[in-house]
Nanobody, 123 residues
Framework: QVRLVETGGGLVQTGGSLRLSCAAS????????MGWFRQAPGKEREFVAA????????WYTDSVKGRFTISRDIAKNTMYLQMNSLKPEDTAVYYCNKDPRPRGRTWAPSDYWGQGTQVTVSS
């Protein structure tokens, strides 16, 4: 079994930055893609970013391109999401996901989720 724990959320003003971390314990995730998803109040959970197992390829939803950067440290079993130039519409609970799969122009999550971390961007 794998356990995913997200940290790094918080309250930030528009234009600010946050860095989210997702630490995995148990079975390592070095051979699988990893991803970030988010869910805003009253909305469905949506794809944010994904990274290949080796970290050489990354994908982003259009709304965060140029502002967010996904990365991973396999030795530390940790994935990151650097979020810059945050906007109020980025407010959501952010979840990491193990082994998401590409589906058309987006990614579909697996059933492996962390508990989520709240990101709130004030205007």
């Amino acid at each position: 079994q794998v356990r995913l724990v997200e940290t790094g959320g918080g309250l930030v003003q528009t234009g600010g930055s946050l860095r989210l971390s997702c630490a995995a314990s148990g079975r390592t995730f070095s051979s699988e893609a990893m991803g970030w998803f988010r869910q805003a109040p009253g909305k469905e959970r949506e794809f944010v970013a994904a990274i290949s197992w080796g970290g050489g390829s990354t994908w982003y939803t259009d709304s965060v391109k140029g502002r967010f950067t996904i990365s991973r440290d396999i030795a530390k079993n940790t994935m990151y999401l650097q979020m810059n130039s945050l906007k109020p519409e980025d407010t959501a609970v952010y979840y990491c996901n193990k082994d998401p799969r590409p589906r058309g122009r987006t990614w579909a999550p697996s059933d492996y989720w962390g508990q989520g971390t709240q990101v709130t961007v004030s205007s």
